[in-house]
């Protein structure tokens, strides 16, 4: 007669796999909720605004139509197009040519060089911004889309050239030789040769910098005084009043102007998690 107990045929619990699953369930809820609750703040009316009910008993779509007019979001949005767009792709191009010289092509003090350029990442644009605020006046760059554009590339170039620098660096040389040796300059090379083998980088410093400059606050907030050249993020935040605002208008334009991202990132979903991948693979 078998001791064994009636229990000892079941599968034994993996209290790591247990615990992993309830911590990415834990996280989950908390990253969703506030999404939730500006959902629901965007569709409540005005009575309901305060109430702590997460959903509002009638939906008020039309709070996204008057946040629109109201708020002249279609301004905002092509101001933040304008400097967003502009600026992340002069940033790529610029970055992929300077991780190539980095990489490919040896001069001398060009390990100095990249090194100061190491170094500009490590500070943050808040501690810039009187000097960059006294250059653009002296420059007539003060209070236009251009100068905002120009500050956005300068902040954002460090880190992407970092980047395409590791991806560049796994490549072997004798590619490029190859390439040279067939008559390609330095320029096909580079747009020939390399671009079409870093789609996956390109992506991910296309997404990284879209979403900085897209939501980025502090300089538009120093570079900017007409609102008629405020980005979304600067423009909204002009919405709260001091002793009242229309919260659940701030909301419906809050979300109207998280949309861009999000489609940024569908489209561009693949080649940004090939590029970490890669990323990781190859670091």
């Not at 615990?19 to 990253?31: E, G, K, M, T, Y």
Request: with cysteine; glycine share 6%.
């Amino acid at each position: 007669m078998s001791s064994s107990s009636p229990f000892s045929d079941r599968p034994h619990l993996h209290w790591p796999r247990v615990a992993a699953s309830v911590s990415s369930f834990v996280i989950a809820i908390i990253s969703i909720t506030p999404i939730l609750w500006i959902v629901g703040l965007s569709l409540k009316s005005v009575r309901e605004v305060l109430r702590p009910n997460l959903l509002p008993a009638t939906p008020q779509f039309g709070n996204y139509l008057e946040a629109w007019t109201r708020y002249e979001l279609g301004l905002m949005f092509f101001n933040s197009g304008f400097v967003t767009l502009f600026s992340v792709g002069l940033t790529v191009v610029a970055a992929m040519c300077g991780a190539y010289a980095f990489t490919k092509i040896k001069f001398r003090g060009s390990e100095f060089l990249f090194s100061m350029l190491l170094l500009s990442v490590i500070v943050p644009p808040s501690a810039l911004v009187v000097p960059l605020l006294i250059e653009m006046r002296e420059l007539g760059l003060y209070d236009t889309r251009t100068g905002l554009t120009l500050a956005y590339i300068a902040f954002g170039l460090p880190i992407a050239t970092l980047i395409f620098r590791g991806f560049f660096a796994s490549i072997p040389h004798e590619i490029i030789e190859a390439a040279r040796i067939d008559g390609c300059s330095e320029l096909m090379v580079l747009w020939r040769i390399l671009a079409p083998l870093a789609k996956g980088a390109i992506a991910t410093v296309t997404l990284l910098l879209f979403l900085v400059n897209w939501n980025e606050f502090i300089l538009a907030l120093v570079l900017l005084r007409d609102s008629s050249n405020y980005t979304l993020p600067l423009g909204i935040n002009s919405q709260l009043g001091q002793y009242t605002s229309d919260y659940h208008l701030i909301a419906a334009a809050s979300i109207i102007a998280s949309i861009p991202i999000f489609s940024a990132y569908l489209l561009l979903q693949t080649q940004f998690e090939r590029g970490v991948a890669e990323g990781a693979l190859k670091g």
